[in-house]
């Protein structure tokens, strides 16, 4: 079973283990030796990062131009290794290896519980938004472009007939290959990418070198987004086998790199062939601008098998924690557990099936949920354990974080409402 998925079946029983999570340093327990090897951590830590977002790459280029977008996704990629070791570090001192636990344990208070809870569900509700925009707009080449009742019929079918049975399962274990297809996946489009940029079968506006513009902070939210894989970390570090935080840094540090090769030539590659014709949805670029090209076949194929092994992982997390609110140290009955996957459903192709673009619901949940928990969130914690403990290097990582989560927070939210508010 990969890590991702054990990680969501272990949500079952995060509600007990939260609720007993440590207090103090002599409460902790003997923690149990993990079994994880560094190239699986590396290798479930890569599925994990990668996501919807990875298609919105050359569209944030194009907001910045290639050079200022590619100095912003350097910088976000660098940000974000420095937010995991200040996990890595809270972890080894606390022995916590859950966002809530953590809370629990440094700010002793169970309201921080029902904040995180919210701000995860924010967070992952934006991200099965996206994925229903992703699937319908890979529908194009199987109907007329303009038939919007037929994409609709055949995105409900294909939401209601394939992902709910699978994503109101009780347990999620036969899914653990997923991590192969969606990494897959992501190689198959990057070659496309490539390949069709080397064909020279699309006529582009010449490239900016840079751009900034009220509408260019918008893509300060997408990129955070492209690299949220905070809530997997401590699961990963905990799991691993004589685990030490060198260890697991070198892990990070491996994982970005692999990360932000693909991303570069995604992005730029993407970039160079449609410079000012790009949307927030690769794909669906490739959709309008190249034509009836079997590879391109291939890769919407391959997109939607990945969608659909993929959607109901994050599906059942947020239904889990959906159910914990009620059903605190026991499952939810089986016709309670049907009904709240229908409805997460139902919320998300209803909200995605009138959305066109990726970035109009990821630039609001990315800027409200992601900055808490990719920067605001470790932050918090590396400062309330500098004032237990010490240590310079905490608090310039907690003021440091509080600062890059609070102006991607704004300004991503300001720049995005100012956006809206324009394009009326």
Known sequence: MDHETQHLLESETTSQIEQSAPTTDQQLVP???????????????VNTIIGSGFLTLPYNLMLNGWLGGTIEMTAFCILTALSCFQLIDISTETHCYQYYAIARRLFQSQSWGIVISLIMMIQTGGSLISYSIVIQQNFFWWTRE???????????????????????????????????????????????????FFSDSFDAQ???????????????????????????IAN??????????QKMRKIVVTNVSIVYTLYAIVALFGYFTFTSDLRSNLLDVFAHYAGQKWYLHAANVAMLFCMASHYPLPCFGLRRTIESLFWKDTDAPKLYRILIALTI????????????????????????????????????????????????????????????????????????IVGQVNAK
């Open 345 to 416: 459903i139902v919320i998300a192709t209803l909200v995605g099936s009138f959305v066109k673009e990726i970035h109009s619901v990821l630039d609001y949940t990315s800027s409200l949920a992601g900055s808490c928990v990719v920067f605001i969130f470790p932050a918090l914690f590396s400062y309330k354990l500098w004032r237990e403990r010490g240590g310079k290097l905490r608090l310039c990582g907690a003021i440091g974080g509080l600062i890059t989560g609070g102006f991607v927070m704004v300004m991503g939210l300001v720049s995005t």
């Open 31 to 45: 923690e149990k030796e993990g079994t994880l090897k560094v190239s699986q951590g590396i290798f479930n830590l």
């Open 206 to 232: 010449p490239p900016v070198i840079y751009h900034m513009d009220m509408k260019s902070l918008t893509s300060l939210p997408l990129f955070q987004n492209a690299f949220c894989c905070h809530y997997q």
């Open 236 to 245: 990963i570090y905990r799991d691993l086998k004589n685990k030490t935080p």
């Open 146 to 196: 303009n038939d919007f009742l037929y994409i609709q019929l055949t995105l409900w079918a294909f939401m209601l007939l394939i992902i709910f049975p699978l994503a109101s399962l009780q347990k999620l274990d036969f899914l653990h290959w997923t991590s192969y297809i969606t990494i897959f996946v992501v190689v198959y489009i990057t070659g496309v990418t490539v390949y069709y």
